[in-house]
């Protein structure tokens, strides 16, 4: 039973330059969840999907957008990327609920704007 | 200032001994969540608290809630070198059953052989 995969698992971008990050769900997960990482810190919540749609958003800029396909999966997009962007971001799965179904983390995509 | 604050922020144990890692939240906890980390990977969970009094063991980790106190512990029993690692603490602190959770900063625990 395949968990939680994220691709790539390291890319570097240029300030200004566009990334999209990609993640498959644990199977049997319909919910998706994005967190982004900075050095030392404890992940912070950007938003989540759920049948298709964002459900919840943290307080994160219009830049960092997203989208679940049919198949549960899910892209995270950051436009005109800046220095701050820097960070693990991590996929997170669960079914619909919460309590009875904790989040699953991916291994994360390690991005470096540059 | 942070929702969720962990304690210690750090800590060197040497191999055999117990260790406990405590988080407190400053808003009312829907449920408690502690994972461990690995240096740049992914979050790997460990535990789930929902009630309070609520105590829960896997292995040698035990956690426990304490609602009133709005707080958490996990507690490390004969400590070992793979238990090395980062604990994080995370909080659903909007009811709903959201899955939308804070965390805390972490503990980084070292165990020495």
């Known amino acids: 039973d395949a968990g939680v995969t994220q691709s790539p698992t390291h890319l570097i971008k240029t300030r200004g330059q566009q990334v999209t990050l990609r993640c498959s769900p644990k199977?049997?997960?319909?919910?998706v969840s994005w967190y982004q990482q900075a050095l030392g810190q404890g992940p912070q919540f950007i938003f989540q999907?759920?049948?298709?749609?964002?459900?919840q958003r943290g307080n994160f800029p219009d830049r960092f957008s997203g989208h679940q396909f049919p198949n549960y999966s899910s892209e995270l997009n950051v436009n005109a990327l800046l220095l701050g962007d820097s960070a693990l971001y991590l996929c997170?799965?669960?079914?619909?609920?919460?309590?009875?179904?904790?989040?699953?983390f991916g291994n994360g995509t390690r991005l470096t704007v540059t | 200032s942070q929702e969720l604050e962990q304690s210690p922020q750090s800590l060197i144990v040497q191999e055999g001994k117990n260790l406990t890692i405590n988080c407190t939240s400053s808003?009312?906890?829907?449920?408690l969540y502690w994972y461990k980390q690995k240096y740049g990977e992914g979050l790997i969970f460990l535990m789930m608290?929902?009630?309070?009094?609520e105590e829960k063991s896997h292995e040698k980790i035990t956690a426990k809630l304490d609602e009133k106190k709005q707080q958490s512990s996990l507690h490390i029993t004969a400590s070992q070198p793979s238990h090395a690692g980062i604990y994080l603490c995370?909080?659903?602190?909007?009811?709903?059953?959201?899955?939308?959770?804070?965390f805390g900063t972490g503990t980084l625990l070292a165990v020495q052989p």
């Open positions: 997170a799965s669960s079914r619909l609920g919460g309590y009875n179904s904790p989040l699953h």
């Open positions: 199977s049997g997960h319909d919910t």
């Open positions: 999907y759920y049948e298709e749609e964002e459900r």
């Open positions: 808003k009312t906890l829907y449920g």
């Open positions: 608290l929902q009630k309070g009094g």
């Open positions: 995370g909080a659903d602190i909007n009811g709903g059953a959201t899955n939308k959770l804070i």
